[in-house]
């Protein structure tokens, strides 16, 4: 599986759901996909994103509220699985996309190759825990965990890829990232 | 100060999302806030990870407030300069300060000397709690929370709270 097509199914399928997106790649396949207010750019603070979604998540207990995150960013804050798993906020879905690599400093490995995040999420806690493979499997899996009581956690494992040189930054200053995000949230 | 009149004035500021790491300064008003029905307090595994967490509830619309030792400060630098101070994202810092006037175990004196020092490297206001100021220093916090937009610190030594 390659991580655009991932992206690009998880964009398509979102309706009104908060984005918390880890920094590096998939922040930045995200806004080039689908730019939307309700998508936290975290262009910083690598490892936070599952923390900052978390807070979130206990803020607004009505909104469905969705972690984009990465392989690196998990396993810098590992304590952040555990953190989810303890306080059960039915509406988070944490959604990793597992490329084994540091994709956006030159696909240096990480230990994810051999150390299954999967295994780790559920004894973490989290009530659903799933693991996609093969593409024709992803877009019900991820339904499915969209539908069901949470935190659900979905690891995606895809290719390691070129780095996301080609791919536009996101070209939002952060206070606008904010600024936007917060009246969507708001407004709601 | 007792820990419960404490307490009453960050609830009284308007601070609504509690979380952090313990100190044996702040042990009581911790045990308070894991008890208090008014306030939610998420205890946090490290003290980047509850600056994170306050950074979520104050997008979803909350007033937060982090409790840590000083020794956590240096794990949330990276939180601080790439998160909070570029997003305009405001937090309560109430740091304990271990390493006071030197006085302390040996792990924690040079944090003592540095940590108001490393608020000044990052531009992060701070004020000095004492038994006189506490009232004031927390609603200059919420001025400056709400007109800057970034976080500040207030550091506890042993001693104001009882």
Same mark, same amino acid.
């Given at each position: ?188 | 100060?007792?820990?419960? $009149? =404490? ?9 609504? =999302? ?8 702040? !042990? ?5 806030? %894991?008890?208090?029905?008014? *306030? ?53 810092? *109430? ?11 040996? $792990? ?14 990052? !531009?992060?206001?701070?004020? $000095? ?9 927390? $609603?200059?916090?919420? %001025? ?17 709270? %009882?």
């Amino acid at each position: 599986m390659k991580t655009t097509a991932v992206l690009k199914t998880i964009m398509g399928t979102l309706r009104e759901e908060l984005v918390v997106a880890a920094n590096g790649r998939v922040s930045r396949e995200a806004f080039t996909l689908k730019d939307r207010p309700q998508n936290f750019y975290m262009i910083g603070s690598m490892g936070l994103a599952s923390s900052i979604a978390l807070g979130l998540a206990l803020a607004r207990p009505q909104r469905k509220v969705v972690i984009l995150d990465g392989d690196g960013n998990v396993l810098m804050n590992l304590g952040g699985l555990p953190q989810i798993g303890e306080l059960l906020p039915p509406n988070l879905v944490h959604i990793v996309i597992d490329n084994e690599t540091y994709g956006s400093t030159g696909s240096q490995a990480t230990i994810s190759r051999k150390i299954p995040l999967e295994k780790i999420a559920q004894a973490s806690g989290y009530p659903v825990v799933e693991k996609v493979t093969e593409e024709k499997d992803f877009k019900l899996t991820l339904e499915r965990c969209l539908e069901k009581e949470g935190p659900s956690f979905l690891l995606v494992k895809v290719e390691a890829e070129e780095g996301p040189e080609g791919l536009p930054r996101v070209n939002h200053s952060p206070v606008v990232i904010r600024d936007r995000f917060m009246e969507a949230i708001r407004r709601s | 100060m007792k820990a419960e $009149e =404490f307490l009453d004035l960050l609830a009284a500021a308007g601070y609504n =999302f509690f979380t952090g790491v313990p100190c044996s300064i702040i !042990g009581d008003l911790i045990l308070l806030l %894991e008890k208090d029905p008014r *306030i939610p307090y998420v205890p946090a595994v490290r003290e980047d990870v509850a600056v994170g967490l306050a950074a979520g509830a104050y997008l979803g619309g909350k007033t937060p407030c982090v409790l840590m030792q000083n020794s956590g400060l240096g794990q949330c630098l990276n939180a601080l300069t790439s998160l909070n101070l570029i997003y305009k994202i405001p937090s309560l810092l *109430i740091v304990t300060w271990r390493g006071y006037k030197d006085k302390d175990a040996p $792990e924690h004196l040079v944090m003592g000397k540095a940590c108001t020092k490393l608020m000044d490297c990052i !531009g992060l206001p701070y004020r $000095e709690l004492s038994t006189k100021n506490v009232a004031k220093s927390i $609603e200059w916090s919420r %001025e400056m929370t709400s007109q800057r937009q970034i976080p500040v610190a207030l550091f506890l030594p042993r001693g104001v709270l %009882e």
